[in-house]
């Protein structure tokens, strides 16, 4: 019994040093018409004030995409394929992912979601692009058009302790 309780103990000891050694950041992005997305990036702490990271050095990621406030759709890192769009740059130092769609200057976010924003698959499919023409999701391998703002939205990452709210703001006129 005493054994069990050892490795117990060892096995609980590795998943907090483990969790120790993870930056976790939440972030939510709000587009057009209702559209909105939640989401959680993590890589390892010792890239914290490194400069832009990329899509290869992520450990954990997941969006969940909504309609005026119900579910439409939900990706993360663990579902990612060999087909799957994945191109992902993120500031460790501004804690934020750089926008304005441009491959060569790392604003450009592909996230389940390819430059026609067409493959994020059917059943419950959700992606997230962020090109030169627009930021935008994708539902059911579906653009969705009138998710679209510009692409030059700030989308910046807060703490896991800071509450944020994901609602669009409602023009009153």
Same mark, same amino acid.
């Not at 914290?48 to 990271?53: E, G, N, P, Q, V």
């Not at 439409?72 to 130092?93: H, I, K």
């Not at 703002?149 to 609602?167: K, Q, S």
């Given at each position: 019994?005493?054994?069990?309780?050892?490795?117990?103990?060892?096995?609980?000891?590795?998943?907090?040093?483990?969790?120790?050694?993870?930056?976790?950041?939440?972030?939510?992005?709000?587009?057009?018409?209702?559209?909105?997305?939640? @989401?959680?990036?993590?890589?390892?702490?010792?890239?914290?004030?490194?400069?832009?990271?990329?899509?290869?050095?992520?450990?954990?990621?997941?969006?969940?995409?909504?309609?005026?406030?119900?579910?439409?759709?939900?990706?993360?890192?663990?579902?990612?394929?060999?087909?799957?769009?994945?191109?992902?740059?993120?500031?460790?130092?501004?804690?934020?992912?750089?926008?304005?769609?441009?491959?060569?200057?790392?604003?450009?976010?592909?996230?389940?979601?390819? @430059?026609?924003?067409?493959?994020? @698959?059917?059943?419950?499919?959700?992606?997230?692009?962020?090109?030169?023409?627009?930021?935008? #999701?994708?539902?059911?391998?579906?653009?969705?058009?009138?998710?679209?703002?510009?692409?030059?939205?700030?989308?910046?990452?807060?703490?896991?302790?800071?509450?944020?709210?994901?609602?669009? #703001? #409602?023009?009153?006129?």
């Amino acid at each position: 019994m005493k054994r069990l309780t050892l490795a117990t103990a060892a096995t609980l000891l590795a998943a907090q040093t483990a969790a120790a050694d993870t930056a976790r950041f939440q972030f939510c992005w709000i587009g057009a018409n209702g559209y909105t997305m939640e @989401g959680m990036i993590e890589f390892p702490e010792t890239l914290l004030d490194t400069d832009i990271i990329s899509e290869r050095q992520v450990t954990g990621f997941r969006i969940q995409g909504y309609k005026d406030g119900v579910p439409v759709g939900f990706w993360s890192l663990d579902m990612a394929t060999p087909e799957t769009s994945w191109t992902l740059s993120f500031d460790t130092r501004s804690l934020r992912f750089p926008t304005g769609g441009s491959r060569s200057q790392q604003t450009y976010q592909e996230w389940n979601a390819n @430059g026609e924003v067409n493959n994020c @698959g059917a059943d419950g499919g959700f992606g997230f692009n962020g090109g030169n023409w627009a930021q935008d #999701v994708c539902i059911n391998n579906r653009w969705v058009e009138e998710s679209s703002i510009d692409p030059f939205t700030p989308l910046r990452a807060f703490p896991m302790d800071v509450r944020l709210n994901c609602d669009p #703001v #409602v023009p009153v006129s």
